[in-house]
């Protein structure tokens, strides 16, 4: 590379050697011919070409090369150098001619180079701007920044933030055992005491008045001035940093939102759902013991019958609470079976058929519905949890609605009830847990079955949604979808 | 059935024990009570009592290695007490020898009406030539069904799970039992099983989509609903 780099600087005079040679040729033979005059002329198109070519400094070489060439060849005596007074005219000339020409045609090629360049920076800082952008963590960033700046054919090394803790967040590998050596300077960087040095360069790397972090640079000739995008690719380095900063941060806070959201829902709900019962349990208790011989033995049983009920569902919640926690740790275990689903809707309204005794529940079941693969006893908690639901949700005397059918290539289980319905903003966070319709809070639990049913639904494989107003232009329908199961041929 | 029959309870905690003795010496027990499963074995080595109420949570041993002990000279029947989530080891315990399970927490008079079905079964299992309970009639010798006074027709395996159900009547007959009296062996798969009983269902049950005879026991077996 380096070489190769070494050899390019000497082509424009080797170039003007050729030219200059060619021009001695056509000279030469012009000579011959009986009646040549001006043959100065030849050599000085020559060096107007090399200047307009390859710029002042060939031209001038040429100059020189031509002069000689010119002398040596064609001015007699020929094959000599004799130089004479009149030959330093025509020298001034081709000098004159090659710095005219040359400055002239530099300008013009610088231009045109400078051009090019620029057009190759706006690209490379283009794509360097659309690589980085797309860095979500600070890390990403640097290291798509180095990646970049490689690409730009120099090495670098990151550091983040402020001093003196900065980070090495990424380096060219060339470069590891260097970049590990400079922490003190890059520190001293950081800290604003030290101007950016040289071999290699330090930058900073800074939005306004914030440091973010610096950047070391070595250049590929080992030369100070880096490349001219070099101060464009910080900035934008930066700039993809401190994006990729918020977006962390941003995502860090509503984590942490979330969880502490979670939190203080739990903790409402096992204040209030699980206090209510167990204090109608303590206070029926108690009173059961201490104001016996004052109740008559329709107050004792329906105290007792309290103390039954409250019982039941404080169990509920607990269950509910605990298949929460093992579906979300992942510590569920899952027994799948092929059943009909005719059976698991069957057993579960069995379950609950106790608290549905003042509904009207309607089965429709398709016989034609095939197999579903679950595990027997998370399906019924699963069903239990939303048909518990619909019943919180749906006043006295309404009907529940249970249906099966088959859909495709999955079983359709839907449980419609007739209440209030939800609204379609809520439609999907039913499904999330300590989530509690506004309405009727009768009966209604922790807000975790729907989530729990969510949770064990998905488990097998399977959706779950909520459509409201339901068929009848009320209430609210919970609809099922779990993939078809073949059925298998039964032995002998 | 004897008067005052005995009832051994294995609990480990305190207040599940009291009222278990209050409410089966009420019921007419007589009750002893063990906390640890050691002392559970050396109780029943002194004293087979008629009936064991075990709870599987105990400290010092695992639930089935006690039932294991208990079959090797004690066919008591066992009914077993526990949580809603263990159907795995529910199924174990069964497997292991146990008759029937509880799932905590229970109402006291499902688990009345578990120790009496258990304690009428052993004598019933094999001198039973007729059973009757809500309106099924079953005729074992006869191999003949009807539902309310209405001869069914059932085939040879429906026939053969409906007693296996009949027998263990009020008590939960496993997959594996099922299987086993209807095929003979426990190579087959239990999604047979389900199928027959849904068969059976819809020639016996009045609604079959809402089963009152036949009652799914998920993720076990089956339990067939006993007139007392």
Redesign the interface.
């Known amino acids: 590379m380096l070489e190769n780099h070494h050899w390019r600087r000497y082509l424009p005079y080797l170039q003007a050697v050729l030219i200059v040679a060619l021009a001695t040729c056509a000279g030469y033979a012009w000579s011959l011919l009986p009646d040549a005059r001006n043959l100065s002329l030849v050599f000085f198109g020559a060096i107007l070409v090399t200047g307009a070519w390859l710029g002042t400094r060939p031209a001038l070489f040429a100059a020189v090369l031509a002069f000689l060439a010119y002398n040596f060849f064609l001015i007699e005596p020929k094959m000599s150098l004799r130089f004479a007074a009149a030959d330093v005219l025509a020298f001034v000339a081709f000098l004159v001619g090659a710095l005219l020409v040359g400055a002239l045609s530099g300008r013009l090629s610088d231009r045109a180079r400078e051009a090019t360049h620029r057009l190759r920076d706006v690209s490379v800082l283009f794509e360097a701007s659309r690589d980085l952008a797309r860095a979500l963590h600070p890390e990403e960033a640097a290291a798509r920044l180095v990646a970049q700046i490689e690409r730009g054919g120099a090495d670098a090394a990151v550091w983040l933030g402020a001093p003196p803790r900065q980070v090495l967040a990424s380096y060219s590998k060339a470069r590891a055992q260097e970049a590990d050596t400079l922490a003190l300077q890059v520190s001293r960087v950081l800290a604003g005491d030290d101007k950016p040095g040289s071999a290699p360069a330090l930058y900073r790397l800074a939005i306004g008045e914030r440091v973010l972090g610096a950047v070391a640079l070595w250049t590929p000739t080992g030369e100070a001035p880096a490349p001219r995008w070099m101060d464009a690719m910080l900035e934008l380095g930066a700039v993809a940093i401190d994006r990729a900063r918020l977006i962390k941060e941003v995502a860090e806070a509503s984590l942490v939102a979330e969880k502490e959201g979670l939190r203080t829902a739990l903790l409402s709900s096992l204040s209030h759902d699980l206090r209510t019962p167990i204090a109608t349990i303590v206070a029926s208790a108690t009173a059961l013991e201490e104001h016996d011989a004052k109740f008559d033995t329709l107050t004792r049983l329906d105290m007792l019958h309290t103390i039954q009920q409250e019982g039941d569902r404080l169990n509920r919640y607990v269950s509910n609470l605990l298949e929460m926690t093992r579906l979300e740790s992942g510590a569920l275990q899952i027994n799948k079976v092929v059943m009909s689903p005719a059976e698991a809707m069957a057993s579960a309204l069995e379950r609950v058929s106790g608290r549905l005794k003042d509904r009207r529940v309607l089965r429709m079941f398709d016989a034609a519905a095939a197999q579903i693969c679950v595990d027997p006893v998370l399906i019924e908690q699963a069903l239990i949890n939303v048909i518990e639901n619909a019943a919180a949700y749906s006043p006295a005397g309404s009907t529940i609605l249970t249906s099966i059918k088959p859909d495709r290539e999955s079983v359709l289980l839907s449980i419609e009830d007739e209440g209030a319905g939800i609204p379609v903003a809520d439609l999907d966070r039913v499904f999330d847990r300590f989530f509690r319709g506004r309405s009727d809070r009768r009966g209604a639990g922790v807000g975790l079955g729907l989530s729990v049913a969510r949770g064990l639904i998905e488990a097998f494989g399977g959706e779950i949604k909520a459509v409201s107003p339901a068929a009848g232009g009320k209430g609210a329908r919970v609809e099922i979808r779990l993939p078809a199961y073949a059925s298998l041929e039964e032995p002998g | 059935m004897k008067e005052e029959p005995s009832i051994l309870i294995i609990d480990d905690e305190a207040p599940i024990l009291r009222i278990l003795r209050s409410a089966l010496k009420a019921d007419g027990y007589q009750v002893a009570e063990a906390s640890t499963g050691a002392e559970a074995l050396s109780l029943v080595a002194q004293r087979t009592p008629d009936v064991i109420v075990l709870d599987l949570g105990l400290p010092d041993m695992d639930g089935k290695d006690i039932i294991q002990k208990l079959r090797e000279w004690c066919d008591a029947p066992i009914v077993v007490l526990s949580a ?2 263990d ?2 080891e529910r199924i174990a315990a069964l497997d292991e020898g146990a008759d029937d399970y509880v799932t905590k ?1 229970f ?1 006291m008079g499902e688990l009345q009406a578990r120790l009496r079905a258990a304690l009428r079964g052993r004598a019933r299992r094999d001198s039973l030539r007729h059973f009757r309970t809500r309106g099924l009639e079953i005729d074992f010798d006869a191999r003949r069904v009807s539902i309310e006074g209405q001869e069914v027709k059932l085939a040879r395996k429906e026939f053969d799970l409906l007693r296996a159900l009949a027998q263990h009547a009020g008590q939960v007959v496993t997959h594996k039992q099922l299987l086993a009296a209807g095929w003979g062996g426990t190579n ?5 099983v ?2 027959y ?2 068969q059976i269902r819809q020639k016996i049950e009045a ?5 009152k005879l036949i ?2 026991e ?2 076990i077996g089956y339990r067939l609903i006993e007139e007392e």
């Open positions: 809603r989530h159907e795995t927490p109402h087959t798969d239990t999604q047979f389900r199928v009983i849904g609604d079959p989509s809402a089963p009652l799914t998920p993720g």
